[in-house]
Every structure is written in C-alpha cells, then in structure tokens.
C-alpha cells in the first residue's frame, strides 16, 4: 500500500491496516475528526518502518484496524503496537470480527481504547476527545512543581473585527514553535467566556468541564484545570470558552488570580484573549501582565474607543507603561496617504505603536474559519511572518530577562 500523499496539513493519524478497505465506512469518521486530508492509510510494515525512522511530530494518534484475516498476525501486530506505545503516541484499536483471546493479546500490548467496527455513532469523536483530555491533563501534572515562572500576556481589541482573538491564537502558536527545542510551555486562554472563538479558531471541542472549573473556581487547582485543557497539535495547551454564554462575572478578581497563578506555574507563556467588555477583573489581567497587547484599526470607531479605555486606565492609575499597541491592517510601505493618518492618529491619542500588523487578505479569514494557524494554512502570507517575528523577539526578550534573574 502506497502512503497518501498530504499536502494541505501535516499527517495526524494514520490509519493501520493492510487491508484498509474493509475498514472504509471509518474514512467518513476520520474526514469529520481529521479534515483537510490530516489522516493517512498505511500498511503494517510501512508503519513499522515509519516509527523505527521516529514519527513525525506532528502524529497525534495512530488506528490499528485487526479483522478476522489478521487473526494468524496478533503476535506480530501486538509488536507492532507496543513499538508505536514506546514512541510516545497512543494506540486505538479498530476490532472487526476477532475473538476475545486476540483482543486480550492486543490490548495488553499498549493499545490506549477499543472501537468495535462498524462504530457506533460519534464513538471515534468521543475517543478522540479523551485521548486529548489525557494528554492536557498528563502536560499539565508533568509541568506540576517545576517552579516556571510563566509570564502573562493578555490580548485585547478595543472594539470587535479588530484581529485581537487572531492575532492571540497565532502568536501563541508560534510562540510554541519558537521554543519548543527550549522546552518551554505555551498555553492560550480564552476569557471571552460569552462569545469567545479560539475553539473555532483552533477547530478544538468545547468542554462540559470548563464550565466546572468555572462555576466552582474556589475549589480550582492543578487537576481541575489540566482536566479543563485541550491541546492543539501536542504543543499547543487550550482553555476554550464554555460551551454556552456565560456571564463575564462568573469569575471574580481573586479567581482570575489563582487562575494564572495556577497557569504560570506550569506554563512559561500564557496567552490571554480578552472580551471586549471591560470587567472587574480586567485591571487584574493589567496588573498581572509581562505585556498587554492592545489592538486597534485605523478608523474612527477604534480611535474613539481606545482614548475611552486611555482614559479608564489613567483615572484609575493603572499601569499604562505596560501597554503594547497594534496597529492591525497597517498601511503597506506605499501607502503614504495610509502612513500618515496612522501617525496623525497615534499623535493625537498620545501613543506609539509597537506592532504593525499588514493585512493578509482574505486568506486569513479562511484559515480561522477553517480552524488552522496561518503557519500551517498560509506559511507564507505576511500577516503571519510579522507575528513570527513579534513571537521571536518575545521569546528572546522573556529568555534574556528570566536568565538575568536567575
């Protein structure tokens, strides 16, 4: 069996069989949980071969479909599932027609969950989604009592449509990139709790166990928070909105504290998406952050809300020192007409900016709506490259800090 080729996104799963078409009906699952062509068929000695080279990083899972014609090959696949378990990856067995013996042999070789074929309906999704779970859950008990001293940076967009939540989700993504030979942590939270969009932004489920942590933060700790995780391509931590429109104040001032608190202990960075709303713990995200990213655009709506918020923050001697402003969809380097309104503006709202985001076109609305990155959807489009560099300098900034404490 010839591997399939990827050429959207990076492989994710792949699916193990020698004989893959009597699995067929599960392709229709795996295309929902794996879209864009992220899963692959592959044959066992293909498989073998791919993790005695090292599994690519990307790999999140691997399926090992066994059906009655395998039945004279359990030694030989339970070997080969105990190689893919010590190479870190989880196993899911896809049984069809194999007697109890077999499937005792098999599951004692590593394998993490079983699924009958044909499979019930949303079965794979649900297996998935504890896999998923797991991991947040183990990255988070692994990251326990390490003493990080992760830093905070809250994302804020003065008014909505101005690419906060976009620029939040790509910097956290490359953030994670940038350092993960550095072997540090990244973790993104959404605290848009009504309408918030980093899951979609992400393609990542909603979890009934947010709102638990949530609506119970006196008692939240290291464990109900790992539970509250998800985690985006193994690299990425995600704390999600919940799945229904909460209040903004369902968390007070002190919960926010121990919730970064919780956060930073385990994670070097943690990035925040912040509503728009203004809330009684914002000034706690102010106070509590390395830098505070604010974005904006250059119209008149955005002018006249960010000289509101200038204005709340100086009457109650906040830390405007800390503030970080964006410009987003600056100008392009011909545009003098565009440069000197943004440098006009600046001036009569007493500000500079720090990040000049380009306009990267209609090809990053797709990449949200389709629940990608920009360095996986558009490596190439400028909106991303200026946030790799932003995510680079940040990295570079915090490493040469933390190292002249230390």
Known sequence: ????????????????????????????????????????????????????????????AVLVGVDAADEGRVKEIATLIAAVKASGLPVILLAKDIGPASMHALMRAGADDFL??????GALAETMERLRNRDAAAEMGQAKGRGRRGVVLPVYGVSGGVGSTTFAVNLAWELALETRKANKRVCIMDFDFQYGSVAT????????????????????????????????????????????ALPLDIIGPEDVKKLLSLATHSYDFVIVDMPTTLTHWTETLLHAAERFFVSMEIDMRSAQNMLRFLRTLKAEDLPIEKLDFIMNRAPGFADMSGKARVKRMAESLGIEYSIMLPDGGKTVTQACDHGSPLEIYARSNPLRKEIRRVARTLAESVAAAQAAIA
Do not use: C
């Not at 893959?20 to 692959?40: H, K, N, Y």
């Not at 073998?48 to 990307?58: H, I, Q, S």
């Open 1 to 60: 069996m010839q591997l399939r080729r990827i050429k959207s996104r990076p492989v994710e799963l792949y699916a193990v069989a020698d004989n893959f078409a009597v699995f067929q009906a599960i392709g229709d699952e795996l295309r929902g949980e794996f879209p864009d062509d992220a899963w692959a068929p592959i044959g066992y000695a293909e498989m073998r071969k791919l993790v005695a080279a090292g599994a690519p990083e990307t790999l999140e």
């Open 116 to 121: 009958p074929y044909p499979t019930p309906e």
């Open 201 to 244: 932004y992400l393609d990542l489920p909603r979890l009934e166990s947010i709102f638990e942590l949530l609506s119970e933060a006196e008692t939240m700790d290291h464990d109900s928070l790992a539970s509250a995780l998800t985690s985006f391509q193994k690299r990425l931590a995600v704390l999600t909105a919940p799945m229904d």
